[in-house]
């Protein structure tokens, strides 16, 4: 009878035991509880539409302000996937798939930077957002001073990741360039340039993700961006009247240093050089990117709660 009690008590124990662990399990994972607040906001895609053709993006958080993430030339928005999860904390963050690249459509059209500036007001009116923070990778610096030449009232201010404010290499350059993307070796000759510039920190993984969207990017739109980027009507000496700031790789591939000219276009700028990374820096270094992106909204109050 001792041994039944003894073994009926160690029961109720086992089971008072377990049922404390389903408990707290239950609470970790509820609505509202601490593990909620490590997470950002879910993300919801949706398609906004430009003269007809679609316009994938996804959605985080709420509010008339967001920061939008524009990626590069061949990139799709999951080049952001590292950013999301701190920005979406602090905001609402948007992240765009340019015409033509990712899940976008992808018409026989000339992919301009106009263009592209426009597909970003076509998703901030479709999000209802009023004004936005412009975060530009690479071709992305471009298309957010297109943005803000069209709709300085909607721009709050602008982030250069690793991005041009004039012509990089000469005309003739360019103009070979472009030549080959458009003929039937496009794929190698896209391939090596983007290998140039792939910094020393990219894993395996991203290198691979970098190839697959550049290869994934029709040829059309390939050719087409990268002429729209060597049009010179984009590269006028027009100031950037909002807060700047620019991360910029160490290197000379926008032409030695770019400092002062940068500083000559955008007078309230914050101008920072890494070293050790390369193009896609924000994938190589991101905690230190998203840091520094929260410190400038942060420094000149943008986007606040």
Not at 116 to 143: E, K, N, Q
Not at 251 to 259: C, L, Q, T, V
Not at 266 to 284: K, R
Request: glycine share 8%; proline share 6%.
């Amino acid at each position: 009878m001792t041994n039944k009690i003894g073994r009926i008590s160690q029961l109720v124990r086992e089971t008072n035991l377990q049922w404390c662990a389903a408990l707290l399990l239950a609470l970790m994972w509820a609505p509202g509880a601490i593990a909620e607040k490590s997470n950002p906001p879910a993300g919801k895609p949706h398609f906004a539409k430009l003269d007809g053709a679609r316009i994938h993006y996804v959605n985080y958080g709420k509010g008339r302000e967001a920061l939008v993430l524009i990626h590069g030339w061949t990139s799709n928005l999951e080049f952001w996937r590292d950013q999301i999860p701190d920005l979406a904390k602090r905001n609402r963050v948007i992240a765009i798939d340019l015409p033509g690249h990712g899940l976008s459509d992808k018409p026989q059209i000339t992919y301009s930077m106009d263009l592209f500036a426009r597909a970003v007001d076509a998703v901030l009116r479709d999000a209802h957002v009023d004004r936005a923070v412009l975060v530009g990778h690479s071709m992305g610096t471009p298309i957010a001073r297109q943005f803000y030449r069209n709709y300085p009232q909607k721009t709050l201010a602008i982030v250069i990741v690793d991005g041009p404010l004039r012509p990089f290499g000469d005309r003739k350059m360019m103009e070979g360039f472009i030549a080959g993307l458009r003929g039937p070796n496009y794929q190698d000759a896209g391939g090596k340039m983007l290998a140039t510039i792939s910094g020393p920190l990219l894993s395996a993984a991203d290198q691979e993700r970098i190839k697959s969207s550049f290869l994934n990017t029709p040829q059309h739109v390939v050719a087409s961006a990268m002429a729209g980027m060597a049009d010179e009507s984009i590269w006028g000496r027009d100031k950037i009247n909002v807060p700047v700031l620019a991360i910029m790789v160490k290197s000379d591939f926008f032409g030695g240093d770019i400092e002062p000219f940068y500083r000559s276009i955008a007078p309230n700028l914050d101008f920072q050089t890494w070293e050790g990374v390369g193009h896609f820096l924000m994938m190589e270094k991101p905690k230190q990117f998203n840091d520094a992106v929260i410190a400038f909204l942060d420094k000149n109050a943008l986007l606040k709660k």
